[in-house]
């Protein structure tokens, strides 16, 4: 039983790393370019940025890629797939503060070339009046408590 498995186990792994071939190219000849490298937005507020799929000599590759972000619910892009030219002008709308991704791809599994930039959105600013209002209903949900108590033990 040892000899099967001592034997059997080296040729399998023979068997399935001998044949593949190493497709990794390190130098791929499409890559993005993107107006800016990071943007820096509000929560609501939008920007529109360009994207466009290049090939090695910096020409338009005619190939149609997708844009979406990343937490999902985080930011709107519209629209989220490219024109045939490889070239998409996207607005994005932050609905989340954070620190956010708009990653974009080629539709090809094989050679597929992806990137990314950075989305930054602060988080928003409490208003002062805001605070005020507050402190206000707690005052007087705590005035009708204590009346309510009172009317009580007068009874």
């Not at 059997?8 to 993107?34: I, R, T």
């Not at 620190?99 to 599994?109: A, E, F, P």
Request: proline residues 6%.
């Amino acid at each position: 039983m040892r000899y099967k498995i001592f034997v059997l186990v080296p040729l399998l792994l023979l068997a399935y790393g001998l044949p593949q071939e190493n497709k990794v190219d390190k130098d791929q000849s499409l890559h993005f370019l993107f107006d800016i490298d990071t943007i820096f937005l509000n929560v609501g507020e939008s920007a529109d940025i360009n994207i466009k799929l290049l090939n090695e000599n910096g020409e338009p590759s005619n190939t149609v890629f997708s844009i979406y972000g990343t937490p999902r619910g985080a930011l709107k892009t519209h629209p989220r797939i490219s024109d045939s030219t490889g070239f998409a002008r996207v607005s994005i709308t932050p609905y989340k503060p954070g620190t956010h991704k708009l990653h974009v791809r080629t539709g090809y599994i094989e050679d597929q070339v992806v990137s990314q930039i950075n989305v930054e959105v602060p988080s928003p600013q409490i208003s002062i009046l805001f605070l005020i209002i507050m402190k206000r209903l707690i005052i007087q949900k705590l005035l009708i408590h204590l009346v309510i108590r009172y009317l009580i033990k007068q009874d």
